[in-house]
């Protein structure tokens, strides 16, 4: 079992930029797949970008590509979302995922391990 922990999230104008942190426990953090999902007020989590054990591969929603990116450094047992171009519809609580099965999913049902969220805000 791994603990994920979320940190970065705050209130901000739109376009502004965020980066969120999810820093993993354990010394065993590069086995496991890392997503990114959030989930906005009245409506269901949604899946926003993924990255593979290694780093080499990623993917994005649609909605947030080219705005979005997702990063990793095994080094530091940590995982990034680099949140650029702030809107107000990216406002929701954001989670991080592992996935032990390396599925490079972008469904959380294929996730194993979530963190407890951190809430992003968007003002217009």
């Known amino acids: 079992q791994v603990q994920l922990v979320e940190s970065g999230g705050g209130l901000v104008q739109a376009g502004d930029s965020l980066r969120l942190s999810c820093a993993a426990s354990?010394?065993?953090?590069?086995?496991?797949?890392m997503g990114w999902f959030r989930q906005a007020p009245g409506k269901e989590r949604e899946f926003v970008a993924a990255?593979?054990?290694?780093?080499?591969?990623?993917k994005q929603a649609d909605s947030v590509k080219g705005r979005f990116t997702i990063s990793r450094d095994n080094s530091k047992n940590t995982a990034y979302l680099q949140m650029n171009s702030l809107k107000p519809e990216d406002t929701a609580v954001y989670y991080c995922?592992?996935?032990?099965?390396?599925?490079?999913?972008?469904?959380?049902?294929?996730?194993?391990?979530w963190g407890q969220g951190t809430q992003v805000t968007v003002s217009s």
């Open positions: 354990g010394r065993t953090f590069d086995i496991y797949d």
């Open positions: 995922a592992a996935d032990l099965h390396n599925y490079f999913s972008n469904y959380e049902r294929s996730y194993d391990y």
């Open positions: 990255i593979s054990r290694s780093g080499v591969a990623r």
